[in-house]
């Protein structure tokens, strides 16, 4: 689905559903699956759950294992873990035994307590040789989970076994980062620094040397594109994200050097204007919703006024 049709294609299946129910006539399943993607790029997991939920009711769970893995990862990422294990576990039985079920599945397990069969997924998930950035840094941070677990007494290991958790946590990470190369300090901006479940290894200094060594290069990099008009449009956007994240989650001074959160945020809009501008006007609504509102890393503008005033800029409703 190319970017720029997701929306549309998105009313369409609305609208067609709308006609379906009319007519009495059934939706079919593929029609359902097509619009949860959409809903899923555009960023409405709730509604993308639902349509996944009502092609796995006309279809056996077992003749889609793939279905059952995006579900149970939209209720990972809208803080479902019970939903999650389930699907997780549906997909994995149903033969989707892929290194993104059992890790997704670590992580639900880790998130509801179940710390030792957690470890026990990541074992088995990182058995695999071909890891991704992603896999990688899902399998740290379940294993950071533990350390936590450890450090509060839920989880009861030696001292030893929690050393060698936090350690093997941290190389995982790095391991992530080498992976995401040629732009590791974009990974690390969008999936480590301001990941809740690394609460227990970032006092490490390992991990305070990435933090202030990718968020200089990343602010550094952000600031030329800000001062240089003829920068591409994904140039704009990578500079705005960097932004955006660092007025939410301050850098360390060395990148900072005394910016203040506003002055981020006014930075970030200009950039999303001089992008959207860059858009025909007829396409602009679209643009908005696809590509600047169903953006993850630009949440923390959702709540200033700029967001609203360039929103109505584009004509866009939702």
Known sequence: MKLGRILEAEIGFTEYFAECQRQSVPVTTES???RAYARERLGRFDEAIEDYSHALVQEPAAQHPS???RRGRLYLATNKPAFALSDFDAAIAGGRDSTDAILGR???RAKLGLFESARQDVEAGLASPAQTAQSLNLAARV???VVAAAESGQYRVSAETAYADSLQALNLVEQALQASEPHP???WRNFVRAEIAYQSIRRAPRFADWERRFCVDLMSHALEVRDRVSASVEESLEAARTFAQFAEYPPPEAALQGRSP???KTWAFELIRRVVLQVPTNRQSIFWVETIEADPFLA???SSPGWTEIRQ?????R
Do not use: K, V
């Open 106 to 108: 670590a992580l639900a």
């Open 32 to 34: 359902y699956l097509a």
């Open 143 to 145: 294993i950071a989970l």
């Open 300 to 302: 923390p503008l959702r």
């Open 67 to 69: 279905t059952q893995l």
């Open 313 to 317: 800029l584009c004509g866009a409703t």
């Open 262 to 264: 506003e002055d981020l």
């Open 185 to 187: 300090e974009i990974f």
